[in-house]
C-alpha cells in the first residue's frame, strides 16, 4: 500500500470537493475566476450582505439560546451566538467560493480579478513581471500545476 503525503491528501481533497460541486450544482453557469482559490481571497472578497446573513445568524441564534436556556439563560445565549456566527461565517465563505468557481453570479469578481481562463494564456503570463506572477501564483493557481504549462482553447492570445 502506497503512503500518501500531506501534498497528495491535499491534491486528493481538491479533487474530491471539485468532484462533489461539479456533481452537485454540474457545469459552472458564470466565468471562473480560480481553479483553487486562497483562503485569504475567499475571505477577503466576501460581500456585505453575507456580513449581514451572518449578523441576522448570530442575533436570532443568540435570542434562541436565551428563550431556551431557562436555567442558565446567559451562557446559553452566548453558546448559541458563537454557534451562529461559526454557521454565519461557513455560510459566507461558501458563497464568497462560489462565487470564485462561477456556480453565482461573480460580476464584481470577474471585473477585479479577471477571469481563469485569461489568466493562464500562457502569452498573458509572460506579460507578467516575477511580483505580479508571484501575486498570481499566490491567489489563484493551483498548487501543483505550473500556470504558464495550463493549456486553455478557446481564448485569444493576442
Known amino acids: 500500500m502506497e503512503v500518501m503525503g500531506f501534498y497528495g491528501i491535499y491534491s486528493y481533497l481538491i479533487e474530491l470537493s471539485s468532484s462533489y460541486q461539479m456533481a452537485k ?3 459552472p453557469t458564470f ?7 486562497s483562503n485569504s481571497v475567499i475571505v477577503s472578497n466576501i460581500h456585505f450582505i453575507d456580513y449581514v446573513n451572518t449578523a441576522l445568524l448570530t442575533a436570532a ?17 452566548l453558546m448559541g ?3 451562529g456566527l461559526t454557521g454565519g461565517f461557513c455560510l459566507a465563505y461558501q458563497n464568497s467560493f462560489q462565487r470564485f468557481k462561477g456556480f453565482r453570479d461573480n460580476s464584481k469578481e470577474v471585473a477585479k480579478y ?3 481562463a485569461s489568466r493562464l494564456v500562457h502569452a498573458n503570463y509572460m506579460k507578467l513581471d516575477d511580483k505580479e506572477r508571484m501575486l498570481n501564483y499566490e491567489r489563484f493557481a493551483d498548487p501543483f500545476v505550473s500556470v504558464a504549462d495550463v493549456p486553455v482553447t478557446g481564448v485569444e492570445t493576442e
Do not use: Q
Not at 31 to 37: D, G, K, R, Y
Open 25 to 27: 450544482y454540474g457545469d
Open 31 to 37: 466565468p471562473s475566476i480560480a481553479t483553487v482559490p
Open 61 to 77: 441564534s443568540y435570542g434562541l439560546g436565551f428563550v431556551g436556556g431557562k436555567p442558565v439563560r446567559v451562557p446559553s445565549a
Open 81 to 83: 451566538a458563537s454557534i
Open 114 to 116: 479577471g477571469t481563469a
